[in-house]
Each structure stands twice: as structure tokens, then as C-alpha cells.
Nanobody, 123 residues
Framework: EVQLVESGGGLVQAGGSLRLSCAASGFTFDDYAIGWFRQAPGKEREGVSCISSSDGSTYYADSVKGRFTISSDNAKNTVYLQMNSLKPEDTAVYYC????????????????WGQGTQVTVSS
């Protein structure tokens, strides 16, 4: 059974940091890219970052470049999203997803999704 389990969300003040984790199981981790997406109330789900488990290539949305860092521990089948200098506009439910992607920020390119973890940034 394929599982993606996010953790690490919470409430933080603006300027603070959080680290999200995405633990994957049930598929060959090295064959997939792992992406982080977020969805705020009333808005579409948007791509935040992505990492290729095979070669480590990383991708970021312009809105998080320089603040967020994605990394992967292939031995643990886990991907992390370190989020620094958080802003109120980063408030959303954050999801991780796995897929053999072509366009990293396109939700349709991902086959498996986690349940999400809430991140709330207060001003």
C-alpha cells in the first residue's frame, strides 16, 4: 500500500521556521519525484517545491525561493521541507506528493498524495 505521511505543521509567528517531513512507503522511492504543494482556503493547490529522488534536482516556486529548502533522505524514504522566514501568506495546508513528473508544479503529474498538514503563520 502506498503511503505518504506529512508531519511538522503547526502555528508559528511571522519570521519563524518550521520543518515539514514526508515519509513515503509502498513504492520505489528512487523512481519518483516528491513534490510539496499547498492549498489556502478558497485558492487552488499550488506547487511549492520538488525534488528528484534519483538525481537530487530541486525546484522552487518563485514565492518561496531563498526561504524554503527541500531535501531528501533516501535511506529513510523521507523528504523534508525546511521553511524559514515564514510569512502569513504561507498559511495553507501543505501536501506532499509522488510522481514520475514532467512539469513539477502540475498536480496531474503526481500519482500519490498525502493527507496534508496545516501550517499557520500569524502576523
Amino acid at each position: 500500500e502506498v503511503q505518504l505521511v506529512e508531519s511538522g505543521g503547526g502555528l508559528v509567528q511571522a519570521g519563524g521556521s518550521l520543518r515539514l517531513s514526508c515519509a513515503a512507503s509502498g513504492f520505489t522511492f528512487d523512481d519518483y519525484a516528491i513534490g510539496w504543494f499547498r492549498q489556502a482556503p478558497g485558492k487552488e493547490r499550488e506547487g511549492v517545491s520538488c525534488i528528484s529522488s534519483s538525481d537530487g534536482s530541486t525546484y522552487y516556486a518563485d514565492s518561496v525561493k531563498g526561504r524554503f529548502t527541500i531535501s531528501s533522505d533516501n535511506a529513510k524514504n523521507t523528504v523534508y521541507l525546511q521553511m524559514n522566514s515564514l510569512k502569513p501568506e504561507d498559511t495553507a495546508v501543505y501536501y506532499c506528493a509522488a510522481g514520475t513528473v514532467v512539469a513539477w508544479s502540475r498536480t496531474d503529474d503526481y500519482d500519490y498524495w498525502g493527507q496534508g498538514t496545516q501550517v499557520t503563520v500569524s502576523s
